[in-house]
């Protein structure tokens, strides 16, 4: 995956149990085939229905695709993307989306996408950490 080198590299080394010492949000630690663990918790795991690795899935919107209708971009850098999931998933400001299982948004006071958005949408399995998607949105 792009940039999961650098968040790899960056983690400080291995700690116990083979897992990387992280030292910030976002840094990865492959735990599977198409599996990782976010710094922040989160779970990666998995292929979308294009067969892109949830992390793949999430980096889609930090460019612009002209194919979607809607279609939301990240305005942080590629590499600091999952760190500012990490960031959201992490907040006090999280709150769950009524009548849709597993979706959170977490305004953020700033904004973190390219068309004015201030918060992020993280979508998970319900009931689990497992990442189905991630994107900026406007709130509320």
């Not at 959201?88 to 009548?99: D, K, L, Q, T």
Request: hydrophobic residues 40%; proline residues 6%; glycine residues 14%.
């Amino acid at each position: 995956v792009d940039g999961l080198e650098f968040a790899l590299e960056r983690s400080g080394g291995v700690g116990i149990g083979g897992m990387a010492a992280v030292s910030r949000l976002g840094t990865l630690v492959r735990t599977g085939e198409n599996a990782w663990l976010s710094s922040g918790g989160l779970r990666y795991a998995g292929l979308d229905k294009n067969g892109l690795n949830r992390i793949e899935h999430v980096l889609e919107h930090t460019v612009p695709d002209a194919s979607k209708p809607i279609h939301s971009v990240f305005s942080d850098p590629r590499n600091q993307v999952l760190g500012l999931v990490d960031e959201a998933w992490g907040s006090a400001a999280r709150v769950p989306i009524p009548n849709n299982h597993g979706a959170f948004v977490t305004p953020l006071g700033r904004d973190v996408g390219t068309a004015g958005e201030n918060a992020v949408k993280i979508v998970v399995r319900p009931g689990t950490n497992e990442v189905i998607t991630a994107f900026p949105i406007k709130w509320p």
